[in-house]
């Protein structure tokens, strides 16, 4: 496998408390990476770390093998419209329309883009996340599984190669839990790295290539959905299986 990003000797403190130490690892290049542990273990941590918005205190972050701390303005550039983020919160602006929120990414990385076809993408990705009619609408209006599906689609507006995702199914009600993996499904088909923080179990089975297992701010296993089971927790191993065999089923009830 081709590693895209490798984390070296990384370590993240707030104030005194050490959140992250001593993490080497490696993310693969157009595979789904799913980083998994409890409450606390780092997992949102190391996902902003990976993305550059969180600046480690010692080690490197390595994009194509390139430090990124070290990146020129072009390559910096370059980077923020190679990767997308989307938010467990969905960190939509208040005060703008869900047009413009989606259309944000594309104001700051693709200023000379016709106006028409910035509108062309708004509209695609808002009817890939379901919400085509909500987009002359505040964020205020909606409620948080709708704003965090607006965030979704602000994450695909620039096509991007690389998909942040934390807890992307977290809050959302089962058609849209449908969507989001169904777009990921597809992303991943179509060749993108998707690196994602979720306990979802549905989510993992059909998504995930690899697991990153995290515990008290370190990595304690990465590999195979199957090869992590021991480390990932009984509860969570065994609906992981379940929604595996769940689809296995419906794909023979297909055929």
């Known amino acids: 496998m081709s590693e895209l990003f490798s984390l070296e000797d990384i370590e993240v403190s707030f104030l005194d408390f ?7 690892i490696d993310f693969p290049a157009a595979k789904a990476s799913f980083i998994i542990g409890k409450a606390g273990s780092g997992k949102s941590t190391l996902l902003k770390t990976l993305a550059g918005l969180m600046l480690p205190e ?5 994009y194509n093998g390139r430090d990124i701390a070290k990146f020129t303005s072009q390559e ?14 969905a960190a ?33 990705v808002a009817l890939r996340a379901g919400y085509t009619d909500v987009l002359h609408f505040r964020p205020d209006a909606l409620s948080a599984g709708e704003q965090k599906q607006i965030s979704f689609a602000r994450a695909l507006v620039l096509d991007p190669k690389v998909l942040f995702m934390d807890e992307p199914t977290a809050s959302l009600d089962e058609d849209s839990v ?3 993996i169904s777009v990921l499904k597809a992303e991943k088909e179509a060749g993108k790295t998707i690196i994602a923080v979720s306990h979802d179990p549905r989510l993992i089975a059909e998504v995930a290539d690899l697991l ?4 008290d701010g370190s990595v304690i296993g990465r ?3 199957a090869s992590m089971a021991p480390l990932v927790g009984v509860e969570l191993a065994r609906r992981i299986r379940e929604a ?7 794909k023979v009830g297909e055929k």
Request: net charge positive; glycine share 6%.
């Open 18 to 24: 050490t959140i992250l130490s001593d993490i080497n």
């Open 58 to 62: 010692r080690g490197r972050v390595l």
């Open 76 to 89: 910096e550039r370059d980077f923020r419209r190679d990767c997308a983020f989307g938010f467990q919160d």
């Open 92 to 124: 939509l602006w208040a005060n703008q329309s869900v047009y413009n929120n989606i259309a944000l990414p594309i104001s700051l990385h693709r200023r000379g883009l016709a106006k028409a076809e910035v509108q062309r993408r708004v509209q695609e």
């Open 178 to 180: 449908n969507t989001v």
């Open 212 to 215: 990153v297992v995290v515990a």
């Open 223 to 225: 590999g195979s959905v």
């Open 244 to 250: 595996e065999k769940a689809i296995a089923s419906e």
